[in-house]
C-alpha cells in the first residue's frame, strides 16, 4: 500500500526550534491532505496540522503562530516546522496521509500513519 517514514524528531530546549519530515511511499497515484497529529503520555491524540494538495493549511488551536506546515508533491513529502517550542509540545508526532493508489489495473483509496518520532522538549 502506501508507507509513511518520519524523521527530525529529538530532544530540545524551550524555546527552540524542530523541523520534521515524512515522505509517503508507494504505488501512489496521488495525495490529498498530508498532516501532522501528536499524542502525549494519557491524552488523546489531537490535530497538529494540516495540508490540502493546494498548499492550504489549517491548525490545531495550541500551535497557530508558532508551527508551519509545508509539502512538496513532486517529493510526496509533508514538512513541519516548529518554532518556540515548549514542554506542552511534548509528544509523539504522526504523520498521515491519503490519496490514492495503484491497485494491479486499477486504483484504490489509502489512508496511511506514519510510525511516529518523539518530540521532547525540555524546561
Known amino acids: 500500500q502506501v508507507q509513511l517514514v518520519e524523521s527530525g524528531g529529538g530532544l530540545v530546549q524551550t524555546g527552540g526550534s524542530l523541523r520534521l519530515s515524512c515522505v509517503a511511499s508507494g504505488r501512489i497515484r496521488s495525495t490529498n491532505d498530508m498532516g501532522w497529529y501528536r499524542q502525549a503520555p494519557g491524552k488523546q491524540r489531537e490535530l497538529v496540522a494540516t495540508i490540502t494538495i493546494g498548499g492550504s493549511p489549517a491548525y490545531g488551536d495550541s500551535v497557530k503562530g508558532r508551527f508551519t506546515v509545508s509539502r512538496d508533491n513532486a517529493k510526496n513529502t509533508v514538512y513541519l516546522q516548529m518554532n518556540s517550542l515548549v514542554p506542552e509540545d511534548t509528544a509523539v508526532y504522526y504523520c498521515?496521509?491519503?490519496?490514492?493508489?495503484?491497485?494491479?489495473?486499477?486504483?484504490?483509496?489509502?489512508?496511511?500513519w506514519g510510525q511516529g518520532t518523539q518530540v521532547t522538549v525540555i524546561s
Open positions: 498521515k496521509a491519503d490519496g490514492t493508489y495503484f491497485r494491479g489495473f486499477t486504483s484504490s483509496v489509502f489512508t496511511s
